[in-house]
């Protein structure tokens, strides 16, 4: 071989390194990424429980459509509570960073959440109960970071399946109803589902509180 050639390879090596160095540089490899994550409630008369977001891994998920839903979401479904949630998240070496929001987010209202990252941890999750319903949770679940600029996703509602949508305040919480937020010895549908929104078979207006479609507006940007 010789040294024209040789010369040649070290600096094409050279040159590979250093495209190498500046991609990992500009997508966040080692240090701090920074998101807002900005919640528009888009429904009519719905309302959101405060929301649990997660950065983690693509393995980790918050829920599977067709299978029974964990404790920790039938929690914040049936009630609002995130706290088995976020335990279950601080004890996961997948997840790099746990953030909440504070409050009721009404109809027509934005909430945004600021969250930290870096690269291996390139996916978010998030969650929130729907009021008024006996077990509706909106959720996004593993969607990928955008590496720059901003990603928008239009959230759907889900239906945990641990309470039977009977549509009666007395096992609805929240301001409107003021109901006992857990129906122990309710076990609902027994997965989870696409919600199908207020019907007014129980306490509850359709013409008030039904959904069709998506029920959010969320915009992930990098800061």
């Keep these: ?8 390879l070290v600096m094409s090596c050279i040159g590979l390194l250093l495209a190498m160095q500046t991609s990992a540089s500009e997508y966040g490899w080692g240090k701090p990424l920074t998101y807002k994550v900005s919640i528009t409630n888009i429904t009519k008369n719905v309302a959101f429980t405060p929301f649990i977001v997660a950065t983690h ?12 839903a964990s404790q920790a979401i039938a929690d914040i479904a049936e009630g609002g509570n995130t706290a088995a949630l976020a335990e279950m998240l601080s004890e996961s070496s997948d997840v790099k960073n746990i953030a909440n929001s504070s409050g009721l987010l009404p109809a027509g209202e934005t909430v945004e959440i600021i969250i930290e990252t870096n690269i291996a941890y390139r ?20 969607v990928a970071l955008p590496k720059f600029a901003s990603r928008t996703y239009f959230a759907h509602a889900y239906d945990a399946g641990s309470e039977t949508n009977d549509e009666s305040c007395v096992s609805i919480p929240g301001p ?16 989870v589902h696409i919600a199908s929104g207020i019907s ?23 800061m």
Aim: negative net charge; contains cysteine; aromatic residues 12%.
């Design 200 to 222: 007014g078979e129980g306490d509850l207006s359709a013409a008030l509180y039904d959904w069709r479609g998506p029920v959010a507006k969320i915009v992930i940007e990098r």
């Design 176 to 191: 409107l109803c003021g109901g006992e937020p857990f129906s122990p010895n309710d076990d609902g549908e027994g997965f």
């Design 57 to 68: 891994k693509s393995n980790l998920h918050f829920f599977e459509l067709g299978q029974t």
């Design 123 to 142: 996916y978010l999750s998030l969650a929130a109960m729907l009021l008024p319903t006996n077990d509706s949770f909106i959720a996004l679940d593993a």
């Design 1 to 8: 071989m010789n040294n024209k050639l040789i010369n040649y």
